[in-house]
């Protein structure tokens, strides 16, 4: 079992920055067997959708709609992955959540949290 517990969420203005992170715990075993650590979003009455990726290999991945406004960074080490979100827009309001996908393809969820981006 893995345990991911989110922080940041907040009200900001549009053009504004938020700063989320995610730590993971549980087991060694299970900490070590976590592949890709993530973000997604989702508002009422719309499904939820991804927002950045990071395997354990280096890679990353954006939804088009956050390229070269948000960034993804993990440290292996600390178990934590953070998402850096600049220049936020109302349509990123949202509630946030972290993701990690283990090598046996086993999907987590953190609790959520709020990002709220007023105009």
């Known amino acids: 079992q893995v345990q991911l517990v989110e922080s940041g969420g907040g009200l900001v203005q549009a053009g504004g920055s938020l700063r989320l992170s995610c730590t993971a715990s549980?087991?060694?075993?299970?900490?070590?067997?976590?592949?890709?650590m993530g973000w997604y979003r989702q508002t009422p009455g719309k499904q939820r959708e991804l927002v950045a990726t990071?395997?354990?290999?280096?890679?990353?991945s954006y939804a088009d709609s956050v390229k070269g406004r948000f960034t993804i960074s993990r440290d292996n080490a600390k178990n934590t992955v953070w998402l850096q979100m600049n220049s936020l827009k109302p349509e990123d309001t949202a509630v946030y959540y972290c993701?990690?996908?283990?090598?046996?393809?086993?999907?987590?969820w953190g609790q959520g949290t709020q990002v709220t981006v007023s105009s």
């Open positions: 990071f395997t354990s290999g280096g890679s990353t």
């Open positions: 993701n990690s996908v283990t090598i046996f393809r086993r999907d987590y």
């Open positions: 549980g087991s060694i075993f299970s900490i070590n067997s976590i592949n890709v």
